[in-house]
């Protein structure tokens, strides 16, 4: 059995889960409500406020959706009851990012400054900004997989660079940094 794919995934209090024809997982928590598409081969039961998976086989294939689907349903229910959000943090002088509902302004250091129009599933925030410190920009989704799309698409438009960092990071990522030319060597 798949160590992952084995384990029942835990229904918390106010979040409830069905099984649509077609083999179609409908999650709902207390304000939204995710749906995915298991493979035909999968089995999907709901028992009391446990959701099991069970495959047919030992085949490789059949191993590997196993896992596979019991972590995006377990993902879907942690989605609908907590959600998830990432912090991204603009490093480099004169970087900022200003949140309009669904628009996202960013001065990069380019010479224009770039607009993105985000999913109406994720909502954004700009932290205030202290003296001294880097802007900050939350995202928060129910949907795992669309909010760390659209944090990589936001991280892409400026990666950190290896000699002083500049770029948009992950708020505690570790940037492996690169040194210098070094002054005086022949």
């Known amino acids: 059995m798949s160590r992952i794919g084995k384990l029942p995934v835990h229904l918390p209090a106010g979040v409830t889960a069905e099984v649509l024809p077609g083999n179609i997982v409908k999650v709902k928590g207390p304000k939204v409500e995710l749906s995915q598409k298991v493979d035909a ?13 069970t495959r047919p086989t030992d085949l490789p294939r059949h191993r590997s959706l196993h896992g596979l689907y019991r972590a995006l349903i377990h993902n879907m229910v942690v989605g609908v009851s907590e ?11 004169g970087y900022r990012v200003d949140v309009q509902g669904q628009l996202l302004t960013m001065s990069l250091g380019f010479s224009h400054d770039i607009q993105i129009m985000l999913p109406a599933e994720v909502t954004a925030e700009a932290e205030p900004v202290k003296k001294g410190q880097n802007p900050v920009l939350v995202l928060k989704s129910a949907d795992k997989q669309l909010i760390g799309q659209v944090a990589a698409k936001i991280r892409s438009l400026r990666k950190p660079e290896p000699y002083k960092g500049k770029g948009i990071k992950f708020v505690g990522e570790q940037l492996r940094r690169k040194a210098g030319k070094s002054a005086g060597a022949k």
């Open 41 to 53: 081969d999968i089995t999907v039961s709901i028992e009391g406020n446990e959701i099991k998976l």
């Open 83 to 93: 959600g998830y959000t990432i912090k991204q943090e603009l490093v480099g002088v």
